[in-house]
């Protein structure tokens, strides 16, 4: 691993220890109860929180809420245009497996007691993709979610005192690139990191979802408690502006 | 039918033969050859243009091009969340038939012969929908298409001179609301519409397509011209705002 | 276009306006509880009506009945195969669309509280296609539907003063050939055709469907005319087959 | 077993050892190389033969051609509808089953070398079933096949003098009602038979397939032996009414 | 036919009328209510048999039970490695035929009365294939269904003294190769043989199943006799180490 | 975190850093190139590799090969059965999520330009499960790959110089149970663990893939040591055992 990272200059400009550009429009959709466009970079994900009464069968009767998400790209939100799963008329491994890690990292922050027997989905459509379209999808889906219940208890469909959030969720990708670890990779560093993890964080500094894989050579230790260490510094400003754009 | 329909005062405020705002941004997508987000009031479709050298194995070659389409609505563009086709493995009819009719709308405006052996995929993605998806989209996806043209000639993929496009194509929907012909439906209208037309047009005036369905009282000849009269006015005006996004 | 088209000759001998051999067979299916085969020249659907109690769940207690349409192709109907659609494990945009329109068109002369809570599904499957084979679908399907009707009389399941039907509904193709409208066309016909327009129109000749589609040149609004004029005269003839047909 | 089952009366009036009318009309489709309808009583089947020249992928090169079939029912075919596997998206295991039969049973008279390398494709549509479809289906499409072979030979593509068929084949249904056998069970018969057997037949009375069932109670070998003698009773008959047909 | 069969020397050294070494290991799988490793020299099945309180929808409130069987070969149970079906997303003819075999040969052999209420569906995966997998499934299924009802009743889900079990169930496959009858066919065999036959049959050697099918040539009646000869000479023995592992 | 985690006991009798017994039978197929049914306590894959020549068509003509790997459970490994995913027609998010990370993980160790333009394919079934499928799978899966390329270099399809491995893999899950980190979790510990880890790491110790979830509430940096640490006990053993059985 270089030794003198700081001097690293990467093809956007950035630190390696440097977020890119992050906004959150909230309220970007007008039919959904909760909703957020994100931006990380050119990475733009729509996420949209729909609120309905009751659950799915097999949790009724147990008086807990139940949360989930979807993840997806449009076909031409990348460089080159993929197919529809529609039009294939099945679900790659991959969107699967982000729709899974969406929901596990939502629900980590959610009480489902105190949502009582409502549910939560959240749809993360990638309208751009520049790498990081997971992270983004959970950080912006984090704060339509966070609008869904307070468009709940505004409508008195939750009790006014209830809390179904038990804290935030963002997360960010870090990956090692020429033996150093970055921050929030773009699509041109992605493809060329040598490990690329996934870290979800609360904003009280806990671990979702940690996820790193070798890319290329396997990674020691040291490499790992490096990229955790970087992840952290991205998730807390991540956090920052979560609670800002939400008005806390 | 109504004999003073220019005093019926419409939910928005609009008069019966208005537009809503419309709104055509292009370029939005920085991936595609081309793109546009278009706005018809709350109706927010996302256009993108796929230019790709090459045609599908049936058309190989004849010297000529293809131009295509794919619609498709995010699971929350509407008031109530419907479930992603991919997931459900299918794609619906509805979707089908408005992706045949876009495809059909363009390819009318586009000498494949000049376009060469080369492909134009335009997808269709509804971000928000209040009405009159469909016609936003072959208004947006013709800017998206024209965009791309003009891309292929600059990276002299199409000769300079060519001309792929014989003119201009735009789509507005017309009805019938208790017995008044109205221009350019949001939601609830359509919902109450007892005649639902949808009417492609090129620049020059001339028909792409004409779709009238009584959705309650079958309708007369009488109506069938007043709702033809009503589209023209509005697409006339679609087609200036297309000119003017693309410069012309 | 043609400003003698009295005197053109078609491949078939027949009259601009004049239509193909028409032959309905009523109650060609035994175990249906109405069918007709029904003949447009060479055109051949089997179109029968399955009548059963209930509604589906989304319409239950409302007092209402339902009434939709299948239509489909056999894989040899045409004059190479074709694969099946229940081979391919999905139906086809072409046939989701003209399934769609047949349900429509059949609605739209039926009062379905007359109806009570009962369902009448269509199936048009075509047995041998020469063009039109939408049109005739919608034709015999009438027919069906009037049988199953009076059978659920008899059966007394509806009351026999109950009047679901509140009219006839029949349909036919026109189109433009270098230029010169015709009414009805067959296949060699169809292929050629420069605009081409399905029309399906009530017993009282009042319109229920108008779908124009410029296949070649885009179309004015005289030529449009010239097309309505001659579906006209087709469906009026259709509706009089169709009495003669159910013995009214 | 009854010893005296000759004075059984059947429902229908038939001896137990009596084949239902069967007819055969040939050619009844223009579009396909060879086509029959055949009628077993009320149960009619459509089969037509499609031929084209070439070979699947995993047959090239070998100098031999191919010939499989599909068989399907129209929905309505039956006393209640049942639901069209493409709408469902997958095709039933009863469907793949019969398709199986009716390819292998054609093949067993097909020399593949003579048939060159060319494809015949029959589809077998059940259009009204009234009990023993697949061995109608098997006992037209014969006749649909041979008729496509004399096609190919009159348009030269096969020669003159190649004799692709090796004989004919036939197939009938037979089983035990009662403790008494019998001959080619209409749908009344077939829900009570103790045991079905379907038997497929060489025109020289040779066995291309048996397949018995207990559908109640297993069989002893006494049983089986009078079925299958029933059987050839019967496949006798059908063979020479494919004779007649096909003029020989 | 040869008239001197018994001097045939095998390639694995069998007599024509021998089967190969059969192992039956009860129990294999610990979760499962009945369970049974099956080989078939190297043809190994595994079936479990999952007893489940309750019927399908269609059975309910009939005081009936309901046995079922699936059919599946892991993607490398065979010579060259075949995709999974679940990856293709639709289950092949073969796969159902079998299945459907399975389920009807065990329940020739089950009073579902004495049943009650309740489902066993035996799942039957071949682990590795060697010709005779499907006989082999049936032969293995009757030992894990024996052992499910056993459990059920020392679980007091079925009364001590109810007998769902009618009898015992096996099967073996038969074929003619160089015109010798052969029981029991590995891969090497069955590949060779002009007629195949699979036959399922009762502890008190009673047919349930006949199925033949000529591959090469058509059969005739002497064929047919030997080769039921000869399964009953394998299904005799096959009930005999039933019985010796069930304990009886 | 319980300071004293030594003297915690658990169900099963085992330390917390004790890994159940471990079985790994060689050749356990012998139809595939290489092969083990791998058991960790009642957790049963058979892990096969298939072997072929050739690559899929995106890596043709760059002189590398590939490495990718199958999941599946069969209906009845677990406690309850569930539904085929080849009879649901799809693929569910935790398998294709599985596959993924088993054939990523033997990318890890896999040199693809000394496997030539070669493809294995790994296919892990689990037959029994009790938790630690994924991780006994890959460490299975290793075993099987090993022996594909033995096989290969045996058969002089690889060179006998080429090293396509550059090491080995193995897996194991990790968890923390009421506060204290626990090795090698079967089931009844895997559904209580708060968190929940997979490691996937090379004979040498350097880590491939660390995929870390909280269940209950999210972790800090201390526990998630902890459970690095205890994975790296689970398999240092576990190469070693993959040693033995290779006959390294």
Known sequence: MSTDST?????DGREVNELRPITITRGWSK????????????TRVLCTASFTEGVPRWLKGEGKG?????YAMLPRATNTRSSRESVKGKIGGRTHEISRLIGRSLR???DTKELGENTIVLDCDVLQAD???????ITGAFVALAEAINWAKSEKILPAR???????????????????????????????AET?????????????????????????RDELNSLLDLALVGTEQLAQIQRETLGE
Chains 1, 2, 3, 4, 5, 6 share one sequence.
């Open 7 to 11: 001097r690293i200059v990467r093809a």
């Open 108 to 110: 980590a922050v959610i």
């Open 66 to 70: 139940w949360v989930t998400a979807e």
């Open 31 to 42: 039919n959904a109860e909760g909703s957020a466009l994100i931006e990380f970079g050119n």
């Open 196 to 220: 690329d993890m996934n870290v979800v964080v609360t904003g009280d500094g806990k671990f979702v979802e940690v996820q790193g894989t070798a890319e290329g050579a396997p990674f020691d």
């Open 131 to 137: 790498g990081g379209t997971r992270t983004a999808a």
């Open 162 to 192: 209830s809390k179904p959030l038990t804290g935030s969720v963002s997360a960010v990708s870090v990956g090692i690139i020429d033996g150093v670890p970055m921050l929030d990779l773009p699509y041109v560093e992605d493809v060329r």
